[in-house]
């Protein structure tokens, strides 16, 4: 019997068990200090602060998971994994992690309201906030140059200035790609959420706060995160809706 005959249930148990894994690494400091080069038990657990044994355990662990390689005591990431976890890489793995450390919280939720049908409120997704953050190195890096840029007349048009709304935009990182790029327009973002960003605060009335990503940039974008209250929006909206907008200052 060879691997590829194992019940999908073994394959899928261990990648469980490797991203929790990978997760204990990211909340204890090993994965940052073995990204930062390779070394021994010794050498990681002196950069991470932590304890030897374990941290030798972690290490032959992510090396069985495929993520590290071995070689007479010396530890060292994959390529792959060196990649996966780089700036660079368009999905952000941290975020994932983040996200499926905090989701357990509604499982229990989810059991009842697969039971009930009723759904689950959304003051219980909180707990998915870490997720947010996924997409943000794909817009960072894709959103302007290739799909704005594959429309044609669209990147003129933002450039000359142009109200744009964008629905569903979690943390907002579309939004203040484009009110980088595009510092004539105008981008608010409706969401059923409130805010799901560190940099993004919520209030019931007009809060201003810098988004970090704009301190790179040689143009500040400022964030206007407001209640939308009027009473022409729907009552969905009027609860629960939030808005940001990117402008220049
Ligand atoms: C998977 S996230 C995607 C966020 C963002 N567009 C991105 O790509 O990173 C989905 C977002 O949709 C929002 N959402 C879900 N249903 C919505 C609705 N009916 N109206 C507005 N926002 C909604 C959620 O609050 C969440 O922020």
Same mark, same amino acid.
Not at 83 to 104: E, H, I, Q
């Given at each position: 019997?060879?691997?590829?005959?194992?019940?999908?249930?073994?394959?899928?148990?261990?990648?469980?068990?490797?991203?929790?894994?990978?997760?204990?690494? @990211? $909340?204890?400091?090993?994965?940052?200090? /073995?990204? &930062?080069?390779?070394?021994?038990?010794?050498?990681?657990?002196?950069? #991470? +602060? %932590?304890?030897?044994?374990?941290?030798?355990? *972690?290490?032959?662990?992510?090396?069985?998971?495929?993520?590290?390689?071995?070689?007479?005591?010396?530890?060292?990431?994959? $390529?792959?994994?060196?990649?996966?976890?780089?700036?660079?890489?368009?999905?952000? &793995?941290?975020?994932?992690?983040?996200?499926?450390?905090? &989701?357990? $919280? /509604?499982?229990?939720?989810?059991?009842?309201?697969?039971?009930? +049908?009723?759904?689950?409120?959304?003051?219980?997704? /909180?707990?998915?906030?870490?997720?947010?953050?996924?997409?943000?190195?794909?817009?960072? $890096?894709?959103?302007?140059?290739? *799909?704005?840029?594959?429309?044609?007349?669209?990147?003129?048009?933002?450039?000359?200035?142009?109200?744009?709304?964008?629905?569903?935009? +979690?943390?907002?990182?579309?939004? #203040?790609?484009?009110?980088?790029?595009?510092?004539?327009?105008?981008?608010?973002?409706?969401?059923?959420?409130?805010?799901?960003?560190?940099?993004?605060?919520?209030?019931?009335?007009?809060?201003?706060?810098? %988004?970090? %990503?704009?301190?790179?940039?040689?143009?500040?974008?400022?964030?206007?995160?407001? *209640?939308? %209250?009027?009473?022409?929006?729907?009552?969905?909206?009027?609860?629960? &809706? *939030?808005?940001?907008?990117? @402008?220049?200052?």
């Amino acid at each position: 019997m060879s691997d590829d005959d194992l019940p999908p249930f073994f394959a899928h148990l261990g990648g469980t068990f490797a991203v929790i894994l990978l997760q204990v690494g @990211r $909340q204890t400091g090993l994965l940052d200090a /073995v990204l &930062a080069g390779g070394g021994t038990a010794t050498d990681i657990a002196g950069r #991470a +602060g %932590s304890d030897l044994r374990n941290t030798d355990e *972690w290490l032959r662990g992510m090396t069985v998971a495929g993520y590290l390689t071995h070689d007479d005591g010396v530890f060292a990431p994959t $390529q792959m994994t060196a990649t996966t976890f780089s700036p660079a890489f368009p999905v952000s &793995a941290n975020s994932v992690l983040d996200g499926l450390w905090a &989701a357990p $919280q /509604v499982y229990d939720d989810v059991v009842a309201a697969v039971r009930s +049908g009723g759904g689950i409120p959304s003051e219980r997704l /909180v707990a998915y906030a870490p997720f947010a953050g996924v997409n943000t190195p794909t817009y960072e $890096q894709a959103l302007v140059g290739d *799909w704005i840029a594959a429309v044609p007349g669209l990147t003129e048009r933002l450039a000359a200035g142009a109200r744009v709304a964008e629905i569903a935009p +979690g943390n907002g990182a579309a939004a #203040a790609v484009l009110g980088r790029a595009f510092p004539a327009s105008t981008v608010v973002g409706y969401d059923l959420a409130t805010s799901r960003s560190g940099t993004a605060t919520r209030g019931p009335c007009l809060t201003r706060v810098r %988004s970090t %990503s704009s301190t790179a940039s040689t143009r500040s974008t400022t964030w206007a995160i407001r *209640w939308l %209250s009027w009473p022409a929006y729907d009552d969905c909206w009027r609860r629960m &809706a *939030w808005c940001c907008s990117a @402008r220049p200052t």
